[in-house]
């Protein structure tokens, strides 16, 4: 009997270590959470806080109610920002909006080539990869007092809400698109084949099912582009001329007159707009229907030459303007002085590159973009891997995730300013952090947190939990299931985030306009300084740099995602064959 009872200790004493394995395991995973939901919560919500806080109290930080509010709403011309923001936003959302969506349905529902289709969809991206900048400099040598199409305007000026509607456009054009060609490109194809057996005419077909079927893209679309062009400082500050919108006003009270207090105000202003915009993206998300069902059938959009022939040729006009836009910025940057001296010349690469501080600004573009693209990887993908993969988290996941759909709704103007009233205050203890790269870095990475933390959760809800389930039930630690399974399934997704963290901070000026340094200018604010100064032709060149500089990341991007996916994911190839 004795001999029966033995191992039974043993036994026990072997099961205990388990459980406090993967209870250590568990309060690990917990405690990272904790740290992204602290970063968020320190370099999202208290900046924020801070500027509802300045708002309410007068310059000794007396409480002084809602009176900054008054004197701002009793300010005609300031009063008027409101409104000119406000107009001017619709009025890109009615040009960019149907452009977006016909050059969309050209792409998903129309029999054009695929080379030709690919070549489109390359062209239409393109002002991702510029400032917001570069289109007002283009417009103005289009269009300004000294543009070669001056005349088109009938006497206009395009210093004003004509020229910010204009770059706005450019600049929303790819935005736009990309959210209503992933509407478009799903379809149920025994829709279109009941509308035919019923003889429906394509225009009805149109009206009754194409349109319903991506009404929430577009209004996803919709409120996009109106926050963009709301909170976008870079194209006002150039080419709005006295035309005063909100995102100018709040540069304007914070570094031209210092007053914190109507800056404050201005940047609530500001967020409303994005704040309601989001709330209606997510009611819009909430009620999404699924398109596709088990019984499906692809759609084919049938063979129209009149049609395709109008859709190619709406296409290319498109891409014909974007690439005059892009295009003039590079010729204003290789000319001598524009108009008078066009002979070619690369003076203006030399001044930015070697006799000014141009090529520090341009270096720590390049820094800021890299280590972006690295922290900002690896955080957001580790906070989404916690909130899908960790068991019984509950409320600490549900404030991560919702920390990470806030700073959607948080323009870049607005972020940079809580910054500076944040950790500019002498009480803080992370005073020392301001006015360095690192507080650019945080910047970037919470300002863009949203767009990649929802690349990375769609990820992750493609693998089965069993994977973890299995794991544990072998005793293998969750980190080496995170890195041997998790992170080289998941290895597409992560290098997209990469990508896009890298090409967004190389153009972001909203977020560094009030965080630079002299030692720490990055190339976009760099540009908007030459403009001011009236160097048109070193602003283009540094422009264009960005550009140039975007496009081969994204080459290489393409190369190594190739190699690394090769080596990495070779049952993907074994699973097709």
Not at 77 to 100: D, G
Not at 371 to 383: K, P, Q
Not at 504 to 513: N, P, T
């Amino acid at each position: 009997m004795n001999t029966l009872t033995r191992p039974m200790p043993a036994m026990h004493v072997a099961a205990t270590p388990l459980r406090m394995r993967w209870s250590r395991d568990e309060l690990i995973a917990r405690l990272m959470l904790l740290a992204v939901v602290a970063m968020l919560a320190i370099f999202l919500a208290a900046p924020l806080f801070t500027i509802l806080v300045h708002a309410v109290q007068d310059k000794q930080g007396r409480f002084v109610g809602l009176s900054h509010f008054i004197a701002y709403f009793s300010t005609p011309s300031l009063l008027r920002s409101v409104w000119n923001s406000v107009w001017v936003a619709t009025a890109v959302v009615a040009i960019s909006l149907p452009l977006a969506f016909v050059f969309a349905y050209a792409l998903t529902r129309s029999r054009i080539p695929a080379p030709l289709k690919a070549v489109f969809r390359l062209i239409a991206l393109i002002p991702l990869l510029a400032p917001s900048l570069l289109s007002a400099i283009s417009f103005v040598q289009w269009f300004g007092n000294q543009g070669v199409l001056k005349f088109m305007l009938g006497g206009a000026s395009i210093y004003g809400p004509i020229g910010i509607i204009m770059a706005e456009v450019y600049n929303t054009f790819p935005h736009a698109l990309m959210i209503l060609t992933t509407s478009l490109a799903l379809a149920d194809g025994r829709l279109y084949e009941a509308a035919l057996a019923l003889r429906t005419s394509p225009g009805r077909q149109f009206m009754t099912i194409t349109l319903p079927s991506c009404k929430y893209g577009l209004i996803s679309a919709a409120t996009v582009v109106f926050t963009y062009v709301v909170s976008d400082f870079g194209a006002p500050k150039v080419i709005g001329g006295n035309f005063n919108v909100l995102s100018v006003d709040v540069f304007k009270q914070v570094v031209g007159q210092y007053n914190f207090s109507i800056g404050a105000v201005v940047g609530l202003l500001l967020l409303v707009p994005s704040v309601v915009s989001f709330c209606i993206d997510y009611v819009v998300r909430r009620k999404i229907k699924a398109q596709l069902s088990a019984r499906s059938v692809p759609y084919v959009a049938p063979r129209r030459k009149l049609t395709d022939g109008l859709l190619t040729l709406f296409c290319v006009v498109v891409c014909v303007l974007l690439l005059a836009t892009v295009g003039m910025a590079i010729f204003t940057s290789v000319i001598s002085l524009w108009p008078y001296d066009l002979s070619f010349t690369l003076k203006h690469y030399h001044f930015v590159l070697v006799e000014s501080d141009m090529a520090a600004a341009y270096t720590n573009s390049l820094i800021v973009a890299f280590a972006t693209a690295v922290a900002g990887s690896l955080i957001v993908f580790v906070g989404a891997y916690l909130i899908e993969k960790t068991r019984s988290i509950g409320m600490l996941g549900r404030t991560l995730h919702l920390m990470a759909m806030l700073s959607m709704a948080v323009p870049g103007l607005v972020l940079g300013l809580g910054y500076v009233m944040f950790f500019n205050h002498p009480a803080n203890p992370l005073n020392f952090m301001y006015q360095t790269m690192a507080i650019l870095i945080i910047s970037m990475v919470v300002h863009y947190y949203t767009s990649s933390h929802l690349t990375a959760i769609t990820a992750l809800k493609q693998i089965d939990n069993e994977f973890e389930a299995v794991s544990a039930s072998l005793k293998v630690p969750q980190f080496k299931t995170f890195l041997r399974v998790t992170v080289p399934v998941c290895l597409p997704a992560i290098l997209d985030i990469g990508r896009y963290f890298f090409v967004v901070s190389m153009a972001s000026l909203s977020c560094a306009i009030f965080l630079y340094t002299p030692d720490t200018i990055l190339a976009s604010v760099a540009i908007m300084q030459l403009d001011d100064a009236g160097d048109i032709g070193p602003a283009a060149a540094l422009a264009t740099l960005i550009v140039l500089t975007s496009i081969a990341v994204c080459m290489a991007y393409a190369l190594l995602t190739r190699v690394l996916l090769a080596r990495t994911q070779a049952w993907r190839t074994l699973a097709r064959t």
